[in-house]
């Protein structure tokens, strides 16, 4: 919902961190589906009505304050991202991991998943929509998958490993999958000699 012209208004931009800074505050004591428009409204001491000018609901809100970490992952699929970057917002995710195991599962897991895969389909469809065997929705939906479980799975400490060798993971299979989902003459041919 946000445009360019709040992004150049002090104030508005002020107001929109205030409600990020308030969201954030109580994402780290409640659930997510605990959390309440009126409980972020309180937090942050504005009306609702200067709430609805930044965010149409809870969920736009959290896509909101996720967008900066996710453009790094989504980066993984057009090479914008180095292998550093997606380390550090990893190892920002290892350090708050209360936060993200809060955010990454239940009520919040389908906004969350929603927003990285939004970010992911619009980098494909900048820079891969006539070379994809499917829609870039589609392979967004892939290489998301293949980005956020593990990630979701590691901060859940089901196994350990760095934050450098999960993002070279990550960046490693999101070119795999990437190379798989596009168009070429010899995969066609290997598609149909198999």
């Known amino acids: 919902m946000s445009s360019s012209p709040q992004k150049t208004d002090p104030?508005?931009?002020?107001?929109?961190?205030?409600?990020?800074?308030?969201?954030?505050?109580?994402?780290?004591?409640?659930?997510?589906?605990?959390?309440?428009?009126?409980?972020?409204?309180?937090a942050a001491g504005v009306g609702r009505s200067t709430f609805y000018e930044h965010f149409r609901n809870k969920d736009e809100l959290l896509s909101a304050a996720l967008y900066g970490p996710f453009s790094i992952l989504a980066g993984i699929v057009s090479a914008e991202a180095g292998t550093a970057r997606v380390a550090g917002i990893l190892q920002h995710f290892w350090e708050n991991r209360a936060l993200a195991r809060s955010i990454f599962h239940g009520a919040a897991l389908r906004v969350v998943r929603r927003a990285l895969i939004a970010q992911i389909e619009s980098s494909l469809a900048r820079q891969y929509r006539s070379r994809l065997r499917i829609p870039p929705r589609l392979a967004a939906h892939a290489l998301a998958d293949g980005m956020f479980s593990p990630i979701v799975a590691w901060l859940s400490g089901e196994a350990a490993c760095s934050a450098g060798d999960l993002a070279a993971a990550l960046q490693l299979s999101a070119t795999a999958t990437l190379r798989a989902l596009q168009v070429s003459a010899g995969a066609d041919e290997s598609v149909r000699a198999g």
């Open 11 to 42: 104030r508005r931009q002020r107001t929109r961190d205030e409600l990020l800074s308030a969201f954030f505050t109580l994402v780290l004591s409640r659930r997510y589906h605990e959390i309440r428009v009126a409980d972020v409204l309180a």
